[in-house]
Every structure is written in C-alpha cells, then in structure tokens.
C-alpha cells in the first residue's frame, strides 16, 4: 500500500526501542483538552455524510480495528488512541468540524497519506483524525502558466498523471508519491528528489487556502507569481505542520516536463574530490543538472550486498572511497549528451583527475539501476541491521567530518564492534546539503543512544546545521528543535501558535512541546 | 600447440535500436503506427547478445579474434553502435536508411545481414543477436539468416560454451519447462534469451574508447538487397481503456446499478 523508497525510507525510527514514545503526554501551556463524546459525534454526522465519519463511538459503532491506520504511522512507530476519524468532502465542512472542536476544545490531527517519519500525522492521545483523502479533486490547470489548483487530499502521484499529458510535472518527487497527499507535503514542506533543481514549496507554492482552528477560511488561493502586498501569510503555513491550521488546497507552480533524463556514477578516490567536482559539474551542467548525490563506500558497499540495483565491476570501484551520481534532465537529448560528454571528458582527461572511473547509463533500465544503487542505502541499512537515522543539513564540507566523528566517538566509547555498531555511513542530497547520517547496530541498545544522543545534534548544531532537513519535527524531535532553533526563535514561534491556536486545539503535541 | 587454433573466431553482432522498453507505446493520431518520437535504446536481447559476445572473449582471450556490431537503421542507430563498442565490440556497421524509411521486416534484415557476412574478409564463424526485437516482436530474423546461409541455429540460449579447437558450440536452450542441451558445429547462429546473461555497464573508460573505434558506412545497394517491406500495415491501434469500477452508497443503489447492467436475480 505504501510505497517504500527514495525520501520516505530515508529515515527509520532511531529509537524503537522506546515502543511507547507517542503516549507521552503533550507538554503545552494550554488547557487540557477534551476528549471526543457521542454528543459530538451526533453534531458531526449532521455536517458529514455517513462514510465521512468513523467513530467507535454510538451511534456511528465503527469497528476499532478500521481506525488502525488511521492511528498508527506506516512504520508501526507512532500509535494513536483516536476515537474519531472525519472525512469531509469539502472545505465548508472542514470548517463546520474544526469550529465545533474549537468550541469544545476537542484536538485535531490533520492526516494525509501519513507516511510521514516524525509521527506528525498521528494523534498522540485522542484527538480526533482529520483526513483529507476526501478531498482529492483537481480545482484547475492552466497549461500556459502550469499553475495547478488541487485539493490538499490529492496524491501527489495522480497529480503528476494529471498534469503530464500537459507535458508539465510536480516540482516535488518523493518515494512516497502513490500515497502522499500533496496538502500533507506543503503542511511539512517536504524535499525529495527534485528540490535541487526547482526549490522547496517555499518557492512553488503559489497559494493556499488554509482552515483556521476556529473554523475561519483564510482564501490565500492565489495563482500570482508576484505579490508584495504585505506579509506572506501562506508561508506560515508550509512547514507548520498541521500545528496552524488545516490545509485544504494548493496552489502550485509546475515546470515544463524534461525531455531526457540521464544519469552516470562518478567513482571517486577521496571524499575531498567532492565539492571541486561539485563545481564542475555545476558550471559544465548548469541548467540541466538535476541531482547530485553522494554515497560513501561504505554505504555503496551495503547497496551492493543487499542485492541494490546492478554492481559496478570490480575494477571500476577498485580504489573508490565514495561516489557520485549525477543526474541531468533537459528540453533536448542531443544537447544534454553532448554536455554531459563534454564533461564526462574533461573529468577523465583532467593532469589531475577528480574522478577514478564511473558508468553511463546507456538505456532506462540501466538508469533505473544506478539510481537503486543510491535509493537502496536505505533498504540494504535495514537488511543489515538496527538503523539509528539523522537526517541533518550541515555544510557540504563537514560532510565527511561528521560521518568520520561519529565513528570515531563511537569508538572511543568503545561501541564500534560487531555486538555493537557495525557501521556508521553517509549519503545524501550533497546539492542541498543534506546528509543522511547512518549508524548500523547488532541491536538498539541504551549505550548506543547514549553515545549518539545528544552527540549528534551537538554536532550539527557547532555547524549551524539543521536536525531536521526534511523529514520535520512531528512528535518525534520536539525535544531536540532548541539545537536548530534558538530561544528567540523559539519564543517567537509560539506566540504565532498561540495567535492562531489560542487554545492549542490543532496538531498537539508537535513541533512545539 | 593445437594445430585447429590456428582458425580464430570472428563473431558478428546484429543490434537493433528500438523504443525503450520502459516507454508507454502511443499509438499515432492517423493509427499508422507508434509515436517513435521517444527515447530509443538497444533492444535489450541484443544487448544481452554483446555481452554474450564480450564474455566468451573474457573467457577464451585470443581465441576470440573479432567481435562486430551491425545496426540497419536511421543515423541515429550510431548511438546503439557506440553501445555496442563501449561493451566490448572492436568494430561496427552502420547500414544506413534514411529517417523516413519504413522499418525493414526480418527477411530483408537476414539477407542484409547474409551480404554482410559474405563481405566479411576473415569470414564469420558465430552470429549472436537477440531472439526478437521488442518493438515488433517477430522472432524471425536469427531462423531466418540460418536457413538463408544453410548453418545450423541454437535458439533461446540460455547457456552457450564454445569449443574453438573442436569449432563446436554448447548451448542450452529455454524451452517449454525447462532447458534442452544440444551441441553445433561452427559458423551457427545463435539467439539470446533473458537469462543468459546480465549486461554490464558501458565505463567511462570504454565510453571514451568506443569514440574511437571503427564503425564503417554501408548502404542497402551496397549489399544488393532491398529492405523495403513487403507487408502492409492496415492499422494500429490501442487496447480498449480499463474501465475503472465505481463506489456505492448503499445496497439499493448497487441493485439499481445491477439491474441498470441487466444483471438479474435468477
């Protein structure tokens, strides 16, 4: 049902170990809120249709076991006690529910595809689920602009079918497309595969209309690409979470679809080749480049062992201490080889090589296969053994000092055995800056979590980095948002919660503590 | 020293460039035949052909003393040549038809391809190519270039071991339940199927090489042969469309629909 690669994969549970993490209690400074009551139920059937509305309470009497995926996130991580889940079809009804909660300060969990990685899109007590998978029609398109107007509860995938014919496609690509929702994708301002070359939802989210917690409709549904009339209200949105209010549609800017797609893997002798081929490719490449990625050996070598897309031959990774895939995506196949050949040249003839070897994809097959080699860190992480996940955003030349830290520190504390860590690796997005620290255990262990937190965010936050680059805060990492945040931040952040939540109905427990 | 290894053996490679297998197949507005403005690549069983082509020479070294792709295609069919040569070929014909020219059924493709053996110095002792195009799926041409040369053919291989001193070939065959081993003499034909082997990636290293090697111009007169078709295409056209299924509210509307169906209670 889900689907299982590139983003959403990227990051498995860190501590599982703690199996009831999600039912610690929501530390706000708001009143208590209240749980759901059939009295409330009986007003919500009056606003929605029958199959809107899910409750295990009378009268509607839905079986426990139908709320299951609705309370628990895709990994079996985050478990909700929800009694109620509502459907609606349209923003008015959205509207209707969200100002009975408010008024009776019953807490909303606004849920997408929840296939989200920091339990955000699941309630840690009993707040009611709202989802918007009822919501799923495509508003407009203009095939001119490409602007496209769609329900918060479209899949991202369906969009992307939509607008293809058009010859357009989303600005944003994830493993998770054939569940995700594309309202759930702005309310944490995703990343993914694309973001390299058409920037976050910052940039491409034209517009939104957004339900407040009190049940006002605030119409930012704009189709502008320019509009300098005061503050930018919608970009408080993107990103919040769900903790500000209930997305229920996107206005969305898509490019034009690329007409061939290449991809090649660069094998490289040392990680300090990294960032001078970075600058090559990026000025050779220019518009057309598309993804840049970095995959450490060691990380290169579990893909391989776990049977992840086709090996490079033997003497093409002799000597290789990391690699390089890049991808490029242009209006014209003649020109993008061209370029790409051009660079792949000047990279293989260069006095002083940045470059050992590397392979061209030469059909979609072979492409599909280098880019498993990349997306199947992930997979191959969790067929080798307990995964600790950080997905950090730190300098693109601390990259390797971090991964290299990290062991160091974990030997030093005497963790660094095979009944103990295995492997500490690295990969990531290096065009954004984004890196997927690994460490590989025999088994969760206490010491283990002990030597790496708050050891990690320590160090991400001696680089100004971010410890969370694009997965979020949900309820997972509220405890560690003052490493990326300061107090000022912080403070500021919740006044605006406090502004347009004042009685702290939506999302709790997220982001903020 | 075997006196018999004096004879070396050339192997010719036929590779074809057809529509991506990965490509959604558009049928053309006037139901002509499919949209081919899309990415091209090698027909994935002649590519498991060079790689078969490749390995035997990893396997018997000097033994194996050519290996050359040949293409009849549009000038766009280099690209599948250059392919062919950063896997591995030493040389390449490129047997050129205009961008316009109907795509050449199987017994022209094997008479083309007999003219070019005949030309061929060091004579060719072992033809590898795929076992069907995935474009117009026939599955012709390998039986057909056997029956015009007269040289006994191993289909579907599966398995394929030379002996070059006894010029004898071993291959298994994927056939109906399982695999049939026979044994051939050289000059044969032989034609790949999926499991044979895995293509390798074409490297840098061999992209930049293949750059430089030979790939020599011919054109359908210089062979004599005509590669006009010979069959008519009456028209293409697509599958019917999916029908996808609908929700109901309630058991009397799901009645409703049935009975709209003229599906009735026996």
Not at chain 1, 26 to 33: E, R, S, V
Not at chain 1, 189 to 217: C, F, K, M, Q, W
Not at chain 1, 276 to 283: A, C, F, H, S, T
Request: aromatic residues 4%; proline residues 6%; contains cysteine.
């Amino acid at each position: 049902m889900l689907s299982v690669s590139r983003i959403l994969v990227r990051q498995l549970p860190s501590r599982i170990a703690r199996a009831n993490y999600s039912v610690a209690a929501p530390a706000t400074a708001f009143a208590p809120l209240n749980s759901v009551t059939e009295s409330d139920i009986t007003h919500f059937a009056t606003i929605l249709s029958p199959s809107s509305l899910l409750s295990t309470l009378s009268p509607t009497s839905t079986s426990p076991e139908e709320l299951d995926q609705f309370n628990n996130d895709w990994m079996g991580r985050f478990r909700g006690n929800s009694t109620t889940v509502v459907k609606p079809k349209t923003t008015q009804e959205v509207s209707e529910i969200l100002k009975r909660c408010y008024e009776k300060r019953i807490g909303v969990v606004p849920q997408g595809g929840n296939t989200g990685l920091v339990g955000g899109s699941v309630p840690v007590n009993d707040e009611v689920i709202l989802s918007l998978a009822n919501m799923n029609k495509v508003r407009s398109f203009d095939p001119v602009s490409g602007i496209l107007v769609a329900d918060a509860g479209c899949i991202l995938q369906s969009l992307t079918d939509y607008v293809a014919p058009h010859n357009h496609i989303m600005p944003i690509d994830l493993g998770a497309k054939g569940s995700c929702q594309i309202g759930g994708n702005v309310a944490t301002n995703a990343g993914g595969l694309r973001l390299l070359r058409y920037g976050s939802l910052h940039g491409t989210v034209l517009g939104l209309e957004v339900v407040l917690p009190d049940g006002t409709i605030l119409d930012q549904l704009t189709t502008l690409r320019k509009d300098n009339t005061g503050y930018d209200l919608k970009q408080l949105f993107i990103g919040a979470e769900g903790t500000l209010g209930v997305i229920t549609a996107v206005s969305i800017l898509t490019p034009p679809a690329p007409q061939a797609s290449n991809n090649v893997i660069l094998a490289l002798p040392s990680f300090d080749k990294v960032l001078p081929l970075y600058q090559v490719v990026k000025q050779q490449l220019s518009e057309i480049l598309s993804a840049f990625e970095f995959i450490d050996r060691t990380a290169y070598d579990l893909a391989v062992k776990h049977g992840q897309g086709r090996a490079l031959s033997d003497e093409d990774v002799e000597g290789a201490e990391c690699f390089v895939l890049v991808e490029t995506s242009g209006g014209r196949r003649e020109h993008d080889e061209e370029k790409l050949s051009h660079l792949l040249e000047t990279l293989f003839e260069a006095d002083k090589p940045l470059i050992n070897t590397g392979v061209l994809s030469q059909s979609p097959a072979q492409f599909s296969s280098l880019w498993a080699l990349r997306e199947g860190v992930t997979e191959a992480v969790s067929k080798e053994g307990k995964a600790y996940k950080y997905d950090i955003s730190v300098p693109l030349s601390s990259f390797k000092d971090v991964v290299d830290g990290t062991r160091e520190h974990l030997h030093s504390r005497g963790l660094l055995h095979d009944k103990a860590v295995k492997h500490v690796l690295g990969y990531g997005h290096v065009g954004d800056g984004n890196l997927h620290l690994n460490i590989v255990a025999d088994a969760y262990l206490p010491e283990i979590e002990d030597a790496l937190e708050p050891y990690i965010y320590q160090v991400v936050a001696s680089h100004r980095g971010s410890i969370s680059a694009e997965h979020g805060i949900g309820a997972m990492k509220t405890h560690a948002l003052h490493y990326s945040k300061d107090k000022v931040s912080i403070g500021l952040m919740k006044k605006i919660k406090e502004m347009f939540d004042p009685r702290g109905i939506m999302n709790p427990g997220k982001v903020l503590e | 020293m075997r006196p018999s290894a004096a004879r070396l053996l050339n192997i010719l490679v036929p590779v074809k460039r057809a529509v991506d297998y990965a490509v959604k197949i558009r049928v053309n507005p006037q139901q002509t035949g499919i949209d081919t403005n899309v990415k091209h690549s090698m027909n994935p069983f002649d590519e498991i052909a060079v790689e078969e082509a490749v390995r035997l020479r990893e396997r018997l070294k000097d033994q194996i003393k050519s290996i050359k792709a040949v293409t009849i295609g549009p000038p766009k069919s280099i690209d599948t040549l250059r392919t062919a040569l950063a896997m591995g070929a030493d040389s390449a014909i490129h047997v050129e038809m205009p961008e316009s020219a109907p795509a050449p059924e199987p017994l022209a493709v094997a008479k083309a391809l007999r003219a070019i053996i005949e030309k061929q110095e060091g004579g060719v002792d072992l033809v590898i190519l795929g076992k069907q195009a995935i474009d117009d799926d026939l599955g012709l041409t390998g039986q057909m270039l056997a029956g015009l040369l007269n040289w006994p053919q191993a289909t579907f291989a599966s398995k394929v071991d030379i002996d070059v001193a006894k010029k004898e070939a071993t291959v298994v065959r994927e056939i109906d339940g399982g695999g049939e081993e026979i044994r051939c003499h050289l000059p044969l034909i032989i034609t790949t199927d999926l499991r044979l082997n895995e293509p390798r990636y074409a490297s840098l290293p061999n992209i930049m090489k293949a750059k430089k090697k030979p790939i020599e111009k011919l054109s359908a007169s210089d062979l004599g042969v005509d590669l006009s078709p010979i069959l008519e295409t009456l028209k293409v056209s697509e599958p019917p469309k999916r029908v996808g299924g609908g929700k109901v509210e309630s058991v009397d509307e799901l009645i409703a629909k049935l009975k709209d169906a003229g599906i009735t209670a026996v």
